[in-house]
C-alpha cells in the first residue's frame, strides 16, 4: 500500500524544486542570457501569468473532470519538459514571448493538481497538509540554493539546463505508484453540472470573500518573486548569496508548514488572513522605506506571514467548507486568480514601477496588501469564516 503522505511529501518537494527555480529567476534568466531589458522580460513573464490564469481556471477543471488527477500529472510534466527544451533555441523577444506562454499554458496546472491531491487525501487518508508542505518549501529551498551555487560558477546559463533535469525527475516520480484515489477515473458529468460547480461556489459570499483576499495577499508577491533576484543584483549581492538571502524566506516557511497544523488549529481562516495582510503590508513598505541589504534579509523573516498564513488559510477554509467535487474548482479559481491573475497584473506594473525606482515596485505591492486587511475587519463577523 502507497503510503499518502510519503508520496505526497516527495512529489511536493520535486514539484517545488522546479517552482524554486522559475519563480525567483526566470525575470533574471531572461535579461542576462537573453540580453533583454527588465521591462521587456516583465512583459514576457506577465504574459506568461496572464496565460496560466488561463490554464488553471479552465484546462485544469475540465482535465480533471475527464481524467484521474496521477494522469493530470503525468502529461502535463511531460509537456512542460519538451516545452522548457525550446528556450535552448530561443534568442530574441517574440519567440521567447510565445514559448513562455505556451509553457504558461501547460507547467503551472502542476500546481493546482498538486494541491487538489493533497486536499483529497487530506479527506481520504487524514493527512497532515502542513506535514507534506514543508516538503515543498524544503524542495524551494534547494533549487534557490542550487541556482544560486551553480550561477556563480557557470553564470546565468545553468538555471535553464538545472530547470530541465527538475522537469524530467517530476515527471519521473509521477510515473511512479500512487494513492489509488488519485487514480480513480472521474465520473462523466454534464456539461451543465460542470457550470453548477462554479456557480455553487461564487454564490457563496463566504467563498467569495475569502478568494478575494488571497488574490489580494497572494498578487501582493508580483515584485517579489519577478523583481527579487534583479534587486539584490542592484544593490551589489553576489550570485552565490543571493540564493542564500532569498532562502532565509522559504526557511521560515518550512519552519511555518511543519508546525501550522498545530498553531493554527482552532484559528478562524479570518484571523489567519489579518495576520498575513498585517505582515505583509509590514514588509513591503520596509523594503521602500530602507534599500539596503540587512532590511531586505530581514523582511524575508515576514514571508511565512505574508505568504504562509494566507496560502495555508485558503487551503483549511476549501477542505473544511467544500465538498469532494468542489475542491478541483476552488483550486482551479485560486491558482488563476490569486496565484496567476493578479500577480500578471501587477507584474506589469512593478515592471514599469521598477523603472522609476525599485522601491516603488515594492511600495505598490502594498497597495493590494492593506485592502485585504480592511476587508476581513469588515466581513469576518457577518460571514463568520
Do not use: C
Not at 503551472?108 to 514543508?134: F, N, T, W
Not at 454564490?203 to 488574490?215: D, E, N, R, W, Y
Not at 518573486?225 to 516557511?253: K, R, T
Amino acid at each position: 500500500m502507497i503510503n499518502s503522505q510519503k508520496w505526497l511529501s516527495i512529489n511536493f518537494f520535486a514539484f517545488f524544486f522546479t517552482w524554486g527555480v522559475f519563480l525567483p529567476y526566470w525575470t533574471g534568466w531572461l535579461t542576462t542570457e537573453k540580453g533583454l531589458s527588465v521591462f521587456q522580460a516583465s512583459i514576457i513573464m506577465g504574459s506568461g501569468m496572464l496565460a496560466r490564469a488561463f490554464s488553471t481556471f479552465v484546462l485544469f477543471p475540465a482535465a480533471t473532470k475527464l481524467f484521474a488527477i496521477r494522469k493530470v500529472l503525468i502529461w502535463t510534466a511531460l509537456l512542460a519538459f519538451l516545452i522548457m527544451a525550446l528556450y535552448i533555441i530561443a534568442d530574441s523577444f517574440i519567440p521567447l514571448l510565445a514559448i513562455t506562454i505556451v509553457f504558461s499554458i501547460v507547467y503551472p496546472v502542476l500546481l493546482p493538481a498538486m494541491e487538489s491531491s493533497a486536499s483529497v487525501l487530506m479527506k481520504s487518508d487524514r493527512i497532515h497538509y502542513g506535514k507534506s508542505r514543508s516538503f515543498g518549501s524544503a524542495g524551494f529551498t534547494f533549487g534557490l540554493l542550487l541556482i544560486g551555487a551553480a550561477t556563480a560558477i557557470w553564470s546565468e546559463k545553468a538555471i535553464l539546463w538545472i530547470m530541465l533535469v527538475g522537469l524530467a525527475l517530476m515527471w519521473y516520480l509521477y510515473t511512479r505508484p500512487s494513492p489509488a484515489i488519485l487514480m480513480i477515473q472521474p465520473e462523466q458529468t454534464k456539461k451543465s453540472q460542470k457550470k453548477s460547480d462554479l456557480k455553487r461556489l461564487l454564490s457563496s459570499k463566504p467563498f467569495v470573500i475569502v478568494l478575494i483576499l488571497a488574490i489580494l495577499l497572494q498578487g501582493a508577491h508580483a515584485s517579489y518573486y519577478n523583481f527579487g533576484y534583479i534587486y539584490l543584483q542592484d544593490l551589489g549581492v553576489n550570485s552565490l548569496y543571493i540564493g542564500f538571502i532569498l532562502n532565509v524566506a522559504i526557511m521560515l516557511e518550512i519552519l511555518f508548514f511543519a508546525r501550522a497544523d498545530l498553531l493554527f488549529s482552532k484559528t478562524k481562516v479570518s484571523t489567519m488572513f489579518l495576520i498575513a495582510g498585517t505582515g505583509s503590508t509590514l514588509r513591503w513598505i520596509l523594503i521602500f522605506l530602507f534599500p539596503t541589504i540587512w532590511i531586505f534579509v530581514l523582511t524575508q523573516l515576514l514571508h511565512a506571514v505574508s505568504f504562509g498564513v494566507a496560502h495555508y488559510a485558503f487551503i483549511q477554509f476549501i477542505s473544511k467548507r467544500l465538498s469532494h467535487n468542489e475542491i478541483p474548482a476552488a483550486q482551479g479559481m485560486y491558482a488563476a486568480f490569486a496565484m496567476s491573475l493578479s500577480t500578471a497584473v501587477l507584474t506589469f506594473a512593478g515592471g514599469y514601477l521598477y523603472e522609476i525606482s525599485p522601491g516603488l515596485a515594492f511600495l505598490g505591492m502594498s497597495l493590494f496588501s492593506f485592502p485585504a486587511i480592511v476587508l476581513v475587519l469588515l466581513t469576518r463577523k457577518k460571514f463568520s469564516y
